[in-house]
């Protein structure tokens, strides 16, 4: 492939593919030779700590130069377009960006316009798509699980309806042949008629849907993509919503937490929940890079 915009129809051997070689390198395989002479450059319209950092160390552990765009500081504040700016960077030799941006499909618009050595990564785009992210997710779930997906149970807490993570998740969990999908959350945040939810479970009720899931799959309130009102409160919704130790106790007892970042402490998710022995957070940030190498090297290498 050319770009990396959607894990939508990428075929599970390409998945398993892609998981196999990002394993070795968190084995410590080093490749500093690989990407050795290419420029990337992390194009983000959009804030980010992980993807963005996380793709840079990649990059770098590739042997690749690294450019960071940062859009606050740069000449789009000037009026320059997206599409401007990543053919001014490309000019310089650049053949891999790294892109997020808030608007849904604007990744592959500019994939759609660049050049036709230069290969795009989609770092995020609105409620769209999230590819690495689901791709890593589904890296500490194998570590955690092993290999066949198929007896699992996943449950995925929150706000689906703003969650690019939550369509790639589901998109690569589906792929991978997962045993059974339950979403959970207030039915506002559920998009429950244009296809995500296809095949899941779903369900207003956290206390039923936990009982023996193997893995919990928490989402963020994206409320910088919500309409007002969505959720009362943010004390209503952790009420009803938010993963405590007491509640995890519902699922299986060697059930898996995961949450993709950042965290809203205390709405979605405890302390005690986040800091706890089942919590995979800090796991899924450090697959991250050894994903991401996987990807740069399958479309750069
Ligand atoms: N999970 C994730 O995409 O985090 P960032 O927004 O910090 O990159």
Do not use: W
């Amino acid at each position: 492939i050319d770009h990396l915009l959607t894990l939508d129809g990428l075929p599970r051997a390409a998945i398993e593919s892609l998981l196999d070689r990002a394993q070795r390198f968190a084995d410590g395989q080093i490749a500093r030779d690989r990407l050795a002479g290419t420029a990337v450059c992390t194009l983000f319209f959009e804030a980010s700590t992980r993807t963005r950092l996380s793709f840079q160390l990649a990059a770098q552990r590739l042997g690749a130069d690294v450019l960071n765009f940062d859009a606050s500081t740069s000449s789009t504040s000037k009026g320059e377009t997206a599409l401007d700016t990543l053919r001014t960077i490309e000019a310089m030799g650049v053949r891999g960006f790294i892109v997020r941006h808030r608007v849904d499909g604007a990744v592959a618009e500019l994939a759609a316009h660049a050049g036709p050595d230069t290969h795009l990564v989609n770092a995020g785009d609105g409620r769209s798509a999230h590819p690495t992210q689901g791709l890593l997710d589904m890296l500490t779930l194998r570590q955690a699980k092993g290999p066949d997906f198929s007896r699992l149970k996943v449950l995925m807490v929150g706000d689906v309806k703003h969650s690019r993570v939550a369509r790639s998740d589901l998109q690569a969990l589906r792929a991978l042949g997962v045993g059974e999908l339950r979403v959970c959350g207030p039915l506002a945040l559920l998009p429950v008629d244009d296809g995500t939810l296809a095949g899941c479970g779903v369900s207003d009720d956290l206390d039923a849907a936990l009982e023996g899931v193997d893995a919990v799959m928490m989402l963020r309130l994206q409320r910088e993509r919500m309409d007002d009102g969505l959720v009362a409160s943010l004390e209503d919704y952790h009420r009803d919503y938010g993963l405590t130790g007491s509640r995890l106790r519902r699922a299986a007892p060697d059930a898996v937490v995961m949450h993709p970042g950042p965290i809203n402490r205390g709405v979605e998710i405890t302390d005690e929940v986040a800091d706890g022995p089942q919590s995979l957070i800090l796991r899924q940030v450090a697959n991250g890079v050894a994903v991401r190498m996987a990807v740069l090297e399958s479309l750069l290498g």
